[in-house]
């Protein structure tokens, strides 16, 4: 069975242990949606995958600009308010004083409203707490600070909304405060005299997922509107609300995708001294309408793209704030003088190098622990690291690695001293992190977070009683199922296709990001010709996939970089390949290569199970030319329960009913819920006796289906009416062709042939005899053409209609 679960990698350890989720292929629906806009198939489907299934809604997302925002006052109940206060506040002179974070949400929030404040004529200052010895957000210390150097009114940037006992002790001494920030709204808010926060907002508001940032940048602008001094400043806050909303990796939805955009047009011509300064220190170049990359004067029509910041700008950021003075970030993202802003960025460079080189140690080291203990991740579902004399600000870091390394919830910490330790924790999707700490939090210190991501502190001696808490807690919500990395992959696009004019369509989806991925898509059995080692850890191969003999194409080749797969080096030969499409720029040319997000081993090959029918070609067929086939067509067993036959018009209010054993089955499956305590989920191939199944489609065949209910020998089967993606006439010929090449002396078994490129054993016949193979001893087909036809018939089979076929 082809599914996401049934390519384990080889006992080698060669290959990553992932685990792929195709979404479910609408071929019809993206004809029509490709019909009616002008878009690609390939783009319309990645549309699809992204719950836009109208024209209107194209246009809406390809083009946000033209969306229309209310007015954040509206929005925010404390925004006319806090404007009120910073007014008076500036008209009577009175100092303000910023606090903010270190990380580059809360540095470029700070950066964003001193350079606002000043501009619109206020006496602003700024603090920042240490993150090594009083790690984040506003506290008592900074409180009285401010009240001793005269300030009166305290604005937080990216933090507050959980400190309530520093607010209170500001309100105490006759200061006033207003709070900007995002995180989760705790029990009890701070008793400030305004607040805002997204989350405080209704949900399908379109500023609800606004970073730190963007909630400083709507009060600036908001404030500036109210004095009439907007001209010259929109611009330069743009930008720096565009750094810290992708360096905070801010979902790019609602009004972030129409800033953030925006603001990537702007970067590479800005007037920001310390911006100028960072591209040019860390070598980003701008991207013309059409994908090119230039190191030439940029003009108007160049752009930055999400990547540029997520993987250059921002970690320079970024580095500074975990191992360095924010007060370097600060006085780059504020001076006029460029002088000074190269001297800063320099700085930036210097500390993000050093980062660096403590993430891989960290890591290597971390690495080396796990592989030489007895630590069993299939039973503990969780891993908990805890090691001294790492640094604290970077093991959040090598965390995310782990995860993606090795697929559980990683939690790592280290010594701050011989009594206390301070961690940092990383999810999966099935995993919330914030309700891991809740479970144990007789065992922690202090901890905060969200469902990804999280942080703690507890005392040493609670390390082997967190370890075994928490992985209570992982076997509450995950399966084993879980506990590989996830490869989400939008659609299949074979090596012939890729070129520069895709990419363009491609990129024309930009800004991607959280909450809106760049596409991900799927080439299978390629032939990996060409591969090395570079970098440090990395590899860089070339692909080949075979010609297509039926148009006259010659072989599609192209070249790939697979990040930080050193390990798996060197890849198979034959491989299915995940990946991304990005530019390549060299000497004035630009390529497409690819950038692998997963790999795996062909479906190809198999145990034979049941009685097996061979077909043999008769030696007297005019079809001499043509070498003996072996078809193998495994008989299935006969059914012994007839099962009860549903339509499931309701897939979630489905899941809330189910319970025992359950299988789901079917191309592009969603992932089943982690909290679904009354079941137990087996995927696709029934290894035991099932209570229910699931068909998210059907199988490719009646043979198959009585394949399912022989084994599985279900009570009820829910049918939910999704149909996957099928070879073209001239796409199946040319997979058998290709089969038939790699494999000439391999006899073709035609379930599992079908299996994986989900056609009908009749289906693949039909293609053989249209290639010339006459298969005499198999039932007669119709042509490949209406073969496809009345696959796709029986995809959309009711389940009445199945109800009524002869099953016993």
Known sequence: MLDELSHQPPRNNRLPNQRWQIFPQKPELAAQLAAATGLSSVLAQVLIDRGIETPAQAQAYLNPDSLLLPSPVDEFPDLAMSVELLQEAIASQHKIAICGDYDADGMTSTALLIRALRWLGASVDYAIPSRMQEGYGINRRIVEEFHSDGVQLILTVDNGISAYDPVDRARQLGLKIIITDHHDIPEKLPPANA???????????????????????????????????????????????????????????????RWVKLGLRQLPNSKLAGVQALIQVAGVSARGKGGESSQAPIKDSKTLKPEDIGFRLGPRINAVGRIGDPQIVIELLTTDDMGLALERAMQCEQINERRQQLCAQIEQEAIAYIENSDVDLQQDRVLVVVQPNWHHGVIGIVASRLVERYGVPVFIGTFESEEHIRGSARSIPEFNIFEALQFCDDLLGKYGGHRAAGGFSMAAGNVEALRERLSKFAHKCLDPAHLKPLVQIDTLVNLHQINLDLYQQIDALQPCGIDNREPVFWTPNVRVVEQKPIGKGHIKVTLVQEADALTCQPPARIKAVAWRWGDYFPLPTRVDVAFQL???????????????????????????????????????????????????????????????????????????????????????????????????????????????????????????????????????????????????????????????????????????????????????????????????????????????????????????????????
């Open 582 to 808: 990005k530019e390549n720029n060299w000497n004035g040319n630009s390529t497409v290569e690819l950038e692998l997000a997963g790999v795996r081993l062909p479906d190809n090959s198999g145990e034979e199970s049941g009685r097996v029918r061979k077909i043999l070609k008769s030696p007297n067929s005019s079809y001499s030319n043509k070498p003996t086939l072996t078809l193998l067509y495994p008989k299935a067993p006969a059914i012994q329960i007839v099962p009860e036959w549903v339509k499931a018009d309701d897939f979630n209010q489905l899941l809330s009913q189910l319970h025992g054993r359950v299988l789901i089955y079917g191309a592009g499956k969603p992932e089943m819920p982690a909290d679904l305590a009354n079941c137990e989920i087996e995927y696709d191939r029934p290894r035991h006796i099932c209570d229910a199944f699931i068909l998210w489609t059907l199988p490719p065949s009646g043979s198959h289906l009585q394949w399912l209910l022989a084994i599985g020998k279900p009570q009820q089967v829910y049918v939910c009416d999704q149909v996957p993606q099928m070879p073209t006439a001239p796409e199946l010929k040319a997979h058998l062709q290709n089969y038939l090449k790699n494999f000439p002396d391999k006899p073709i078994n035609l379930l599992q042939l079908s299996q994986q490129w989900w056609v009908a054993p009749c289906t693949v016949v039909a293609g053989l005899r249209e290639l010339g193979y006459p298969c005499p001893e198999f039932p007669q087909t119709l042509s490949l053409d209406k073969e496809l036809e009345r696959l796709h018939r029986w995809y959309v089979y009711p389940a009445q209609k199945l109800a009524q076929l002869k099953w016993a």
């Open 195 to 257: 607040i805002l926060n997204p989350k405080l907002i209704r949900e399908d508001s379109p500023y609800r997922g606004v970073a730190g940032v963007g909630v400083a940048y709507i009060l600036a602008i908001t404030l500036a509107q109210k004095l009439d001094k907007t001209h010259g400043l929109i611009h330069p806050l743009r930008e720096l609300m565009t750094l810290g909303t992708i360096a905070d990796l801010a979902p790019l939805t609602g009004v972030n995708r």
